[in-house]
DNA sequence: ACCTGCTATGGGAGCGCTCCCGAATTGATC
DNA sequence: GATCAATTCGGGAGCGCTCCCATAGCAGGT
């Protein structure tokens, strides 16, 4: 392994003159400067980036905290940010924090501190007031993707707008009866489900429906959307028209217990969902889209000016979502029609 | 931020002594042992460890490699491999190798040369001869999940095996015309599907049925599958009685196409998958359990060992499947029932 | 009394880089 | 011809740690 002693030898130059003329900062003549970057080349130089950082106290090297990687928005977060970075040349450390689990608490308390990263990128973490305090103690930039604290920058979906215009949309279908699935305390991402229960919520209201308003009660996850709405959906009587899901997953739940409850999808039941998740059109789910993998790039691009610049104010970015109409959303009909289950 | 030097000076001995102290190794009275820890903890001291890995050449951080992180399998991968990483107080950098990207390029070009890792963890990466070939050059310890070379060690699902039990489970069952979906020159795991493939193909061959087996191509996600099943299964005359799928995501694919073309599952059509899947339990899957997440600790594990003896050999870990039987599968039968299709 | 071997500590080189500072050269300006 | 600014380069300190080596005290054996 040849370090930059043995390219300035081989170029002829001293060691600050190699470091000048590779960094490309200070005064290099081109000669000198093409002289070593060939010699770099020819001894297939890489520079120690531990020495690199050791030096300049800047590591390349960005962290990433998530509660989750094996859901659709977070690992589509992550690619994002992953593929932002490469483009940048930085490396990316992931810390999965469980909610609750022990080594949660070993990443905060330990893991952080180290310091391995000029940065930090915090996916839905919805972070406890402790948690939020040491990472920002860290006197690194923080920014948040999901998150409703003012102390870091946060790139959110503008949750509780959504909620409305979905609500919205079914309403002007003609339904009365919607519904809202997946709204929980025990859930764990209390800040999106609260704000997108409370968009439904006044979207009813404004409708003069509150009275119709009910939500019951579903973790953000396929197989438990699908458990609630098997639920909700078995009484004929008290059955809504229509459901707001609080995520696309539920809502894809919601769309195959009606199909086996023998409910066709929009004549008896109108489901929309929030995120256009991978599955979204293959059940012809209608939905607004959120693009989580541009919400990623745009935390790194947030941090990085947030880096260059640590006095910058914390800054709020809330994306507006775009409605996706396919086919699971129809005008309220009468007659509610129904087909044979197909167990 | 307080160094070592702050620590030393507080505790009253030498820099030396303070770092043999915190280290726990070499000779250090347990005294004094004592009385460095309690400066330490007092000052807040947080050793720097690029200035570590600068002294010792190790890093305490272990890069992983892998094409994807939002399908299920690396993304369990992942979290196994991180749950096993934290556990031991490593840090672990995520590379995201998109095959035939351009930054699949760059990271086997510049960044895994910068060699900010002890050692390397590939997933289902199904390496270039001469990817593999740059990632040994590194000198650094490899271990893949997923893979059939012989260069570095390896933790895998006996692939052939797994798919000549879930083969034979059918004929057990009494059928003949089963179909393999799931198989394709295209697709990105041409070690995991041909093995599978192969295996379909010899269990076929073994009971008498080679002119019956049939494959038909589908990408291993679920819309393909769906798709895929849905040509497959439309031709009634042709149609199988029974599906080998090439993993759960194909085969909840295809029970969910089975469905909205009426046809029964497991009535008129078996379904059998590989890797008891979050979702197979809800749509009644009965599959092959592998678990990803234990493949991403076996690796760690492995990937240790090496770092602590680089003159090992390479290992193999062929897993064994455990078959999860669910009601997906059911004996042939002779009507053939079908159900209205629910649209 | 002396040597040996173990324990306990300190001194200081070295890991590979960056960057401050000073020296040297050039060229332009007065 | 002297002054000054702009450029080009090298020397070397310093980043924060580990670890080799030297030193020294203190058994215990001969």
Redesign the interface.
């Known amino acids: 392994m040849s370090g930059i002693a043995d390219v300035a030898r081989q170029a002829g130059v001293s060691k600050s003159t190699a470091s000048r003329a590779l960094s490309g900062s200070g005064y290099v003549s081109q000669e000198t400067r093409d002289r070593v970057t060939r010699a770099a080349e020819m001894l297939g130089y890489?520079?120690?980036?531990?020495?690199q950082?050791?030096s300049t106290g800047r590591?390349q090297?960005i962290g990433v905290v998530m509660p989750?990687?094996?859901?659709?928005f977070f690992?589509?977060v992550?690619?994002g940010i992953?593929?932002a970075l490469?483009?940048r040349?930085l490396?990316?450390?992931?810390?999965?924090a469980k909610p609750g689990s022990d080594?949660r608490e070993?990443?905060f308390e330990?893991?952080l501190?180290?310091?391995?990263f000029d940065g930090l990128i915090a996916v839905g973490l919805e972070p406890e007031e402790n948690e939020l305090d040491s990472m920002l103690a860290l006197g690194k930039p923080v920014v948040s993707v999901v998150g409703n604290h003012e102390r870091t920058s946060v790139v959110t979906l503008d949750d509780a707008l959504t909620a409305r215009r979905a609500t919205e949309h079914l309403i002007e279908l003609g339904h009365r009866r919607i519904a809202f699935l997946g709204a929980g305390s025990r859930t764990r991402w209390p800040h999106v489900e609260s704000s997108r229960l409370d968009g439904y919520m006044q979207s009813m209201a404004d409708a003069g429906l509150a009275e119709e308003a009910t939500h019951t009660e579903s973790e953000l996850?396929?197989?438990a959307g699908?458990d609630a709405a098997v639920e909700l959906l078995s009484d004929a009587r008290t059955r809504p028209t229509a459901i707001v899901a609080a995520c696309d997953e539920v809502a894809i739940g919601a769309i195959?217990a009606a199909?086996r409850l023998?409910l066709?999808v929009p004549a008896a039941l109108s489901v929309i969902g929030i995120d256009d998740h991978?599955?979204a059109?293959?059940f012809a789910l209608t939905t607004f889209r959120q693009v989580p993998r541009e919400q990623g790039a745009a935390a790194v691009e947030l941090l990085m000016r947030q880096i260059q610049d640590p006095t910058l104010a914390p800054v709020i970015q809330r994306l507006k979502p775009r409605l996706i109409v396919r086919s699971s959303t129809g005008p309220l009909r009468s007659d509610r029609a129904t087909?044979?289950?197909?167990?």
Chains 1, 2 share one sequence.
């Open positions: 890489v520079p120690s980036t531990n020495a950082s050791l590591t090297n989750y990687v094996n859901r659709w690992a589509e992550l690619e992953q593929a490469l483009e040349g490396d990316l450390t992931l810390y999965d080594t070993r990443i330990s893991f501190t180290r310091k391995r996850t396929l197989p699908y195959i199909r023998g066709h991978e599955f059109e293959m087909a044979d289950a197909t167990v």
